[in-house]
């Protein structure tokens, strides 16, 4: 069963992604990208940010400017290696 506070609206995807694209860019300084996927869980919006070490945890002060829910949409973010982002995401739109 879904979790009740990931239900109810959610604008559309490219208000969504034009958002989180302006959140990350305010705050982080490397590259990033943003999509949309899903899982068990259902839809959701990712943050793709490239680090050095992606076993290298998120500052508090970095992760609270990822709240769980944006915009309506369950948000997760993905930690990629750096240059993964041009590889795998280059022709995403």
């Known amino acids: 069963m879904a979790n009740l506070f990931f239900s109810g609206e959610k604008v559309s995807k490219e208000e969504a992604r034009a958002g989180l694209m302006e959140l990350i860019a305010d705050n982080w300084a490397d590259a990033f990208t ?14 793709v940010l490239e680090f050095d070490d992606t076993e290298e945890v998120m500052s508090d002060e970095l992760r609270a400017k990822f709240p769980a829910k944006f915009m309506g949409w369950r948000l997760v973010v993905l930690k990629v290696p750096r240059g993964h982002i041009e590889v795998f995401f280059k022709d995403k739109k």
């Open 34 to 47: 943003v999509d949309f996927w899903s899982d068990g869980g259902g839809h959701m919006i990712r943050a």
